[in-house]
């Protein structure tokens, strides 16, 4: 019997029940105790119930009262994972606090209370309807530097991941659907310890240009450099930059991957992914002055955005039993976080991080960065289009690579 009908068998007996003799009510109890499986003293509390409140079907839902019910909690949660870039609730769990203090609009303190104590599993329901996926392919366009592959040891141990200073690299190309003729690669490196990442842009995939490219990165980073890993591309694996990272008063541990295993940089794949393809897309940039305009975001709000008030997670363990593989991960942390946190890093450069951190407003720089990628795009579709226009009798719209929200 469901609980609706007990409830309605209830209802039949109540006023019989207590209008009843002593010896009917027994009759009635053991009745209803046998039809409904209920308990003896459960079901005389049912049957004892004040006349002035008979039992009957509550409206409202079961369980406590809604903490987070309130339309500005779900806007305001809206808001923070798109103009982050939709992350995982663990991480826009970390977010929130970060970016709170800066919110454009007033928030009431009930409101801020809620979504200062939020969980992720509450993040995750809230957000459930409007989550989307993305899955697109890019081009490789690395190709083997030989001459030089005896000299540049395959990486077969793991770094120590605790230090901060062991750089993964990669070049994204921009190369739309086609790796024919030139066009502009971002040199991408990311620091495995702290998540720590910096990107320039360059004009092909020339040594010279990405090592100018590289030792531009390196001034910017807070911490020494000592190892660099690549893949197997020419534009890592020559003279010029073996000369650079060994020709030098500490010199640096240069290692590469092994062909065709992508998983051997996979923390520099990963952001390749989250930092550049989920924000410029797969179209091709072949205009010279884009180098330029890159590179100027680059240095600037990306720099800040995604080094100071972007988290992410780091894997601690990893053990295999049997057929499955099970990872363990650390809390969502900015990798100005992990920096603050290392020991090599010096006081004075913590102390200067955090008087950048001080100065900066995450919604400003996200805004800013929108602004450039929108008018980087904005370049990109219009020879998009009037490539198109030559070649064609009809105009057919080209939709931008990603969505930028404001």
Known sequence: MGINAKRE??????????NASKSDKKVILKEFCTTCGYHRKYAIRLLNQEVSHPPHRS????????????????KILNHLWKITNLPCSKRLKVIIPLWLPYYPFYILDPIKKALLTISPATIDRLLKPMRARFQKVGLSTTKPGSLLHHHIPIKTGQWDESVPGYLEADAVAHCGTSVAGMFVY???CVDIATGWSAQRAVWGKG??????????????????????????????INWHLERYLHHRKQPVVFTRSRPYRKN????????????????????????????????????????????????????ITKIRLGSKIIKKYDPPKTPLQRILEAPTVSSKQKKSLHLQFDALDPFLLQKEMANKIKRILKIVNHEENAELLRNSDHFLPLK???EIYV
């Open 9 to 18: 068998y209830l209802q039949s007996i109540y006023h019989r029940y207590r």
């Open 59 to 74: 409206s409202a839902k079961r369980g406590p009262k809604k903490k987070y019910d309130h339309p500005d909690i779900l």
């Open 186 to 188: 971002t040199i991408n």
């Open 207 to 236: 040594e010279a240009g990405v090592m100018a490219a590289i030792q531009c990165m390196e001034k910017n980073l807070p911490f020494t450099i000592r190892g660099f890993d690549c893949d197997n591309g020419s534009e890592f």
């Open 264 to 315: 051997d940089n996979a923390h520099v794949e990963g952001k390749n992914w989250t930092h550049i393809r989920q924000y410029l897309g797969y179209q091709r940039f072949d205009n010279p002055e884009l180098v330029k305009l890159l590179n100027e975001l680059y240095t600037s709000e990306w720099y800040y955005y995604f080094n100071f008030f972007i988290p992410s997670v780091k894997c």
């Open 400 to 402: 931008n690579s990603r």
